[in-house]
C-alpha cells in the first residue's frame, strides 16, 4: 500500500476512532530508545513480515533509527541471514527502553503470553495489534484490537496505518503532548 492509497483509507476512516487508534500505536512504537530495541513477533503460523517491513521503510525515510525493528520468529532456520536468525530466546534479554510489538490474527499462544509478561517484568514496553486477544491485551501497555468480521478495517489495513503513523514526522500540538502524557501516567487501556 502506497502513501497515497493509505491517505485514502484515513479518509474513509476520518471520524470513526480508526485513525486515531493507530497513530496513537504509531507514535508509542516511537518510544523505543536505540535501533533493534523495537522487537516484533507473531505466532508461529503468521510472522509478522509485513510490518517489520514498512516498520523499516519507515525508520529509513523519517531518519527515526529507533524504527529500525527486530523481526523475532518462533523457529528461524539455521542458515539465515543473522538479521532473520533472532528467535524467541531474545524477547528474554528485553530490558527498559526497548519495545515487544506482538502483531497478529490469532490467539496468542501461552509461551508466547509467558516471554510477553516477563519482557513487561523486565521493563520492556508492551504494545499490540491483535484479532481481539484479552490475555495479551491485558499485558500490553497499549493495544488494539482489529476485530476479524464486519470491521471497517482489516487486519491489514491496521498495519499499514499503524507503521504509517510511526514514521510521521509531524510536531504534536501541546494538548496531544499532554493527553499523550497523561495517557502515559494513567497506565494501559482496559478494553471493556
Do not use: C, K
Not at 519507515?58 to 524504527?67: D, P, T, V
Not at 500540538?173 to 471493556?192: H, K, Q, T, W, Y
Amino acid at each position: 500500500m502506497d502513501a497515497a492509497s493509505v491517505s485514502l483509507l484515513r479518509e474513509v476512516l476520518a471520524g470513526s476512532g480508526w485513525v486515531e487508534r493507530t497513530r496513537e500505536l504509531g507514535l508509542a512504537l516511537r518510544a523505543t530508545r536505540s535501533p533493534g530495541g523495537l522487537l516484533v513477533v507473531g505466532s508461529p503460523g503468521e510472522e509478522p513480515w509485513h510490518v517489520t517491513a514498512h516498520l523499516d521503510d519507515e525508520a529509513r525515510l523519517s531518519g527515526l533509527s529507533q524504527l529500525a525493528p527486530t523481526l523475532v520468529r518462533w523457529a528461524p532456520p539455521l542458515n539465515a541471514p543473522p538479521h532473520l536468525r533472532i528467535g524467541l530466546d531474545r524477547l528474554r534479554d528485553a530490558q527498559r527502553g526497548e519495545t515487544l510489538f506482538v502483531v497478529t490474527e490469532r490467539q496468542t499462544p501461552v509461551p508466547l503470553l509467558e516471554r510477553v509478561d516477563d519482557a513487561r517484568r523486565t521493563g520492556a514496553t508492551i504494545l499490540a495489534l491483535d484479532g481481539g486477544d484479552p490475555e495479551l491485551e491485558s499485558l500490553a501497555h497499549d493495544a488494539i484490537a482489529v476485530p476479524g468480521e464486519g470491521a471497517p478495517l482489516s487486519f491489514d489495513g491496521a498495519q499499514h496505518l499503524v507503521s504509517t503513523a510511526a514514521g510521521e514526522t509531524r510536531r504534536l500540538g501541546l494538548r496531544e503532548r499532554l493527553a499523550r502524557l497523561a495517557d502515559r501516567i494513567s497506565g494501559p487501556r482496559v478494553n471493556d
